[in-house]
């Protein structure tokens, strides 16, 4: 999101159906009462006003959760291009401990990616998918290579942004966005850690077979 946010030619929207999921899956994340103030909770009423928007940019970038999509018509996906995000879950399930504390399956947002994925595939729509540690490793050619997919032209200002809060975050950034405040850019990764938390040991098998499939829809520098 903070990449696309340097591109002049686009408006970004950080994760517009969070309190619609909260409401619906009464899921108990941190911040749960300021996020459902802060948005509308009807994620129908949010999706068809933010399609019908006028904006002041050709293009609009969307934050979306997959596991946020749920209890929605989702007709709506026939008027976007869409990119997944995917991490190693080796990586990813820590970060996510971190902050939720007790983690299932469904915080991975790894199952709704999948099954997004797969409906999107039944309505014609080529998949693109970006891994974050291609995308740390070889930023600018991995970027080049997803806008050459999308149909836009490659801005190299994508590689950098200032450090601290942006007036796009959600209510919810206290909580999750640390790490990115602390960034101007895309950083290589730590190494993953050989033994992961025991609250999470138990999700990387899981997890692991569902990023193997989705993985394979990954851009490179070399595509």
Same mark, same amino acid.
């Given at each position: 999101?903070?990449? +696309? *946010?340097?591109?002049?030619?686009?408006?970004?929207?950080?994760?517009?159906?969070?309190?619609?999921?909260?409401?619906?899956?009464?899921?108990?994340?941190?911040?749960?009462?300021?996020?459902?103030?802060?948005?509308?909770?009807?994620?129908?009423?949010?999706?068809?006003?933010?399609?019908?928007?006028?904006?002041?940019?050709?293009?609009?970038?969307?934050?979306?959760? *997959?596991?946020?999509?749920?209890?929605? %018509?989702?007709? +709506?996906?026939?008027?976007?291009?869409?990119? +997944?995000?995917?991490?190693?879950?080796?990586?990813?399930?820590?970060?996510?401990?971190?902050?939720?504390?007790?983690?299932?399956?469904? @915080?991975?947002?790894?199952?709704?990616?999948? @099954?997004?994925?797969?409906?999107?595939?039944?309505?014609?729509?080529?998949?693109?998918?970006? %891994?974050?540690? *291609?995308?740390?490793? *070889?930023?600018?050619?991995?970027?080049?290579?997803?806008?050459?997919?999308?149909?836009?032209?490659?801005?190299?200002?994508?590689?950098?942004?200032?450090?601290?809060?942006?007036?796009? %975050?959600?209510?919810?950034?206290?909580?999750? !966005?640390?790490?990115?405040?602390?960034?101007?850019? +895309?950083?290589?990764?730590?190494?993953?850690?050989?033994?992961?938390?025991?609250?999470?040991?138990?999700?990387?098998?899981?997890?692991?077979?569902? !990023?193997?499939?989705?993985?394979?829809?990954?851009?490179?520098h070399e595509d």
């Amino acid at each position: 999101m903070y990449s +696309f *946010a340097q591109r002049p030619d686009t408006t970004v929207v950080d994760e517009p159906l969070y309190a619609h999921y909260l409401r619906v899956s009464g899921a108990d994340h941190p911040g749960r009462d300021q996020v459902l103030a802060s948005q509308d909770t009807d994620g129908g009423n949010v999706m068809a006003r933010l399609l019908e928007s006028s904006w002041s940019t050709p293009l609009v970038f969307h934050k979306q959760m *997959a596991h946020h999509l749920v209890d929605l %018509d989702l007709g +709506f996906l026939d008027d976007m291009d869409h990119v +997944f995000l995917i991490r190693p879950p080796r990586e990813m399930l820590p970060s996510l401990a971190r902050v939720l504390g007790n983690v299932n399956l469904r @915080d991975t947002g790894l199952p709704a990616q999948l @099954d997004l994925l797969e409906a999107l595939e039944q309505r014609g729509r080529e998949p693109v998918c970006l %891994d974050g540690s *291609a995308l740390r490793r *070889a930023p600018g050619p991995v970027l080049k290579s997803l806008c050459d997919r999308l149909g836009i032209g490659y801005v190299a200002a994508m590689l950098r942004w200032p450090a601290g809060p942006r007036p796009e %975050d959600g209510v919810w950034a206290r909580w999750w !966005y640390a790490s990115v405040h602390e960034s101007t850019g +895309f950083r290589p990764g730590a190494a993953a850690p050989a033994d992961l938390p025991e609250a999470v040991a138990h999700l990387l098998d899981p997890c692991l077979a569902i !990023y193997g499939k989705l993985s394979t829809y990954a851009v490179s520098h070399e595509d």
